[in-house]
């Protein structure tokens, strides 16, 4: 069975471990150019999708100025369907923010724990579940991470585990 995406997808790119290059000894990242157009090409990804850089940040760093930015573009964008990546540091922030502030939308945020450029990263398998479910999904806001979804108003990035999973 073939489920149609209604459009194109739209893919708001803000930052995080996933598209980070390095890691500095302090643990800052470092950005340069998106990998999420060679993440795409090595998945060999078949769905419409219209990408966008809004900012190549630390989520660490993030504040709620950012999001509304995020928020506004989620708001104005024309699909129903969106993907965001982010670092995973706030990813619930932003979900919050959006899930409370957005309606009519189905919007999933995606991110990794080890950048998509290092061995071992998760970061092509989280975006391609985030691209998976962003078609499946109803209305609402959804974090694709581990192979789980969640809800926006159920979910915690456990730091110990280093996983995110539903709030207790």
């Known amino acids: 069975m073939i489920f149609p995406t209604n459009g194109k997808i739209r893919l708001f790119i803000t930052g995080g471990t996933i598209d980070s290059q390095s890691i500095d000894r302090d643990g800052t990242y470092r950005f340069g150019n998106t990998h999420i157009r060679e993440m795409l090409e090595q998945a060999r990804n078949e769905a419409k999708i219209r990408r966008e850089i809004l900012m190549l940040k630390d989520s660490a760093l993030m504040v709620d100025f950012e999001r509304r930015i995020i928020l506004n573009k989620c708001r104005k964008c024309r699909g129903q369907k969106i993907v965001i990546t982010h670092g995973t540091d706030s990813m619930t922030e932003t979900a919050e923010m959006l899930g409370r502030g957005v309606r009519g939308k189905t919007i999933v945020l995606t991110g990794s724990m080890i950048p998509y450029n290092q061995k071992g990263s998760d970061a092509l398998f989280n975006l391609g579940c985030a691209i998976a ?29 280093n996983i995110f999973e539903e709030r207790k």
């Open 133 to 161: 479910a962003v078609q499946l999904l109803p209305f609402g806001t959804y974090i694709a991470m581990n192979g789980r979804i969640f809800k926006w108003n159920n979910v915690r990035k456990n730091r110990a585990k």
